[in-house]
């Protein structure tokens, strides 16, 4: 069974708009990482955040990480019609060596 | 240099018939996952190899599926007398030893069983 729970679901903005997602998981990790998945894709690796860190940027993304409440956010600001794809957080459970994901968050961005 | 690839791309079975997803990882790559994707759910772990050695096949649902890696290079999977359930995108990834924050992902299998 999957740890990550993902919230929304779903999402659907105007472009230029910010959109943010959610991700909650259960166990300790050692890392937690942001994939994009373009319809009929593969994954593609956005960010990765370390257990000992709080914050992490890059270009237009924002990911934080709450480890007393298991949770971290992706914000991608001035969204952009290309930024439409689903997303996946993904920890590493300390110990074990796979990734659990979770639902995904589907992004629409309405030009 | 290249990436993981993954044949076929899409495969389509009738219930009952076996079938066998390839997977190429990334030169060099001793580690390599399988997982399993269902239409609108994330990435579900599989199994995992260490060059030829499976350590991991906690995630394989069933014993109908199957996973090897004889050279420690290419893997295969296999599922046997597939079912509808089976339906899936199977994705593997490849990385360097214990660096699972350095995952890359192919472009998925899709099977469809009928």
């Known amino acids: 069974s999957q740890q990550g729970e993902e919230d929304p679901q779903a999402l659907s903005i105007q472009e230029g708009e910010n959109a943010t997602m959610n991700c909650s998981y259960k166990?300790?990790?050692?890392?937690l990482q942001w994939y994009r998945q373009n319809s009929g894709r593969g994954l593609v690796h956005l960010i990765l955040?370390?257990?000992?860190?709080r914050e992490k940027h890059s270009g237009r993304l924002r990911v934080t990480l709450d480890t007393s409440k298991k949770s971290s956010s992706l914000l991608i600001t001035a969204s952009r019609a290309a930024d439409t794809a689903s997303y996946f957080c993904?920890?590493?459970?300390?110990?074990?060596?796979?990734?659990?994901f979770g639902q995904g968050t589907r992004l629409t961005i309405n030009p | 240099g290249a990436g993981v690839s993954q044949s076929p791309r899409y495969k389509v079975a009738k219930r009952g018939q076996d079938v066998a997803l390839r997977c190429d990882p990334i030169?060099?790559?001793?580690?390599l996952f399988w997982y399993q994707q269902a239409l609108g759910q994330g990435p579900e772990f599989l199994t995992y190899?260490?060059?030829?050695?499976?350590?991991?096949k906690s995630g394989l649902p069933s014993d109908r599926f199957f996973a090897e890696r004889p050279e420690g290079s290419v893997s295969t999977l296999k599922i046997q007398r597939t079912q509808q359930e089976d339906s899936a995108v199977y994705l593997c990834?490849?990385?360097?030893?214990?660096?699972?924050?350095?995952?890359?992902f192919g472009p998925g299998t899709r099977l469809t069983v009928t």
């Open positions: 990834a490849s990385s360097r030893p214990f660096r699972l924050d350095e995952q890359y």
């Open positions: 190899f260490q060059n030829e050695a499976q350590l991991d």
């Open positions: 993904a920890t590493d459970q300390r110990g074990a060596q796979k990734l659990v």
């Open positions: 030169s060099g790559h001793v580690s």
């Open positions: 166990t300790s990790i050692n890392n």
């Open positions: 955040i370390r257990s000992n860190e």
